[in-house]
């Protein structure tokens, strides 16, 4: 190999890579408690729980799940439970240290919140119930309010 080809191919391998490698349903959940929820009028509570996780697998290979729960209740009483894991696989390499929670806690869930609202939507509708659509998040205000919360909860010994 030329001088000139060591040195290309060095700068390249240098180069920050960010790619999405494969994303995939990491679990899936949707349990109906009472068919007497079919008889009610329905005018349904909804409580969304929104989470992120993220494991390094390893040396440049993140799992980024976003998980999401949906609880319907009508009249007090659970109509549906619906769960989603959405999974994906990065490669994260040559990327300022710094920059990788953010990646990781903004960008990514950013990627896998479409497929994420795909399999509600799904899941939910062949439950043979209304249509659900999961309104769109600012995963980087979120990432910042907890950034900022985790630093308060620092300088006032708060853990």
Same mark, same amino acid.
Not at 31 to 42: C, L, Q
Not at 98 to 109: H, S
């Given at each position: 190999?030329?001088?000139?080809?060591?040195?290309?191919?060095?700068?390249?391998?240098?180069?920050?890579? &960010?790619?999405?490698?494969?994303?995939?349903? !990491?679990? &899936?959940?949707f349990?109906?408690? +009472?068919? !007497?929820?079919?008889?009610?009028?329905?005018q349904?509570?909804?409580?969304?729980?929104?989470? %992120?996780?993220?494991?390094?697998?390893?040396? !440049?290979h993140?799992?980024? =799940?976003? +998980?999401?729960?949906?609880?319907?209740?009508?009249?007090? *009483?659970?109509?549906?439970?619906?769960?989603?894991?959405?999974?994906?696989?990065?490669?994260?390499?040559?990327?300022?240290?710094?920059?990788?929670?953010?990646? &990781?806690?903004?960008?990514? #869930?950013?990627?896998? &919140?479409?497929?994420?609202?795909?399999?509600? %939507?799904?899941?939910? *509708? !062949?439950? +043979?119930?209304?249509?659900?659509?999961?309104? #769109?998040?600012?995963?980087?205000? =979120?990432?910042?309010?907890? =950034?900022a919360?985790?630093?308060?909860?620092?300088? %006032?010994?708060?853990?």
């Open positions: 190999m030329s001088e000139e080809q060591q040195v290309n191919q060095a700068a390249t391998e240098a180069q920050p890579q &960010l790619a999405l490698e494969r994303i995939y349903l !990491k679990d &899936l959940s349990e109906v408690p +009472s068919a !007497k929820v079919f008889t009610a009028e329905w349904p509570e909804l409580n969304i729980n929104l989470s %992120t996780a993220a494991e390094q697998l390893d040396e !440049k993140f799992e980024v =799940v976003l +998980s999401v729960t949906v609880t319907a209740n009508n009249g007090g *009483t659970a109509a549906y439970i619906a769960e989603v894991k959405q999974a994906g696989i990065f490669l994260i390499d040559n990327i300022p240290q710094e920059q990788v929670p953010q990646i &990781l806690g903004a960008y990514c #869930p950013n990627l896998l &919140l479409p497929f994420v609202r795909e399999a509600l %939507t799904d899941i939910i *509708t !062949k439950g +043979s119930f209304p249509q659900f659509l999961l309104a #769109p998040i600012n995963f980087d205000a =979120v990432f910042a309010e907890n =950034v919360r985790l630093q308060q909860e620092a300088a %006032t010994g708060h853990a």
